[in-house]
Nanobody, 125 residues
Framework: QAQLVESGGGPVQVGGSLKLSCSAA???????????MGWFRQRPGRERDWVASIDYEGRTTYANAVKGRFTISKNSLKDTLYLQMNSLKPEDGAVYYC????????????????WGQGIQVSVIS
């Protein structure tokens, strides 16, 4: 059962923008505002790739492929994670997943143990 729920996906034109959101499922123990959180994506026929991470203090890291175009952020009051995607390219089309640190850590170690079900982003030429 998915611990996180993504929303905001869909089709978008090349060069366009889209903002994904991620919240904790009703029965989830994840606290987005305090956990290290990340976004991943999986393109057809390929492995799931890390996209971006944000820690408890708001420090962010990005994959080179999205640096300068994507922004990961949190709203602590809403306990929601976001991924703002700008200047979208065809190769950004994928299923996007949000994830939370496996141990509830404030800091990012790369060990994610809670996942959403994924949401499709299609970039149309």
């Amino acid at each position: 059962q998915a611990q996180l729920v993504e929303s905001g996906g869909g089709p978008v034109q090349v060069g366009g923008s889209l903002k994904l959101s991620c919240s904790a499922a009703e029965s989830s123990s994840v606290v987005i505002s305090t956990y290290c959180m990340g976004w991943f994506r999986q393109r057809p026929g390929r492995e799931r790739d890390w996209v971006a991470s944000i820690d408890y203090e708001g420090r962010t890291t990005y994959a080179n492929a999205v640096k300068g175009r994507f922004t990961i952020s949190k709203n602590s009051l809403k306990d929601t994670l976001y991924l703002q995607m700008n200047s979208l390219k065809p190769e950004d089309g994928a299923v996007y997943y949000c994830a939370a640190d496996a141990h509830g850590s404030n800091w990012c170690s790369g060990d994610y143990g809670y996942w959403g079900q994924g949401i499709q982003v299609s970039v149309i030429s």
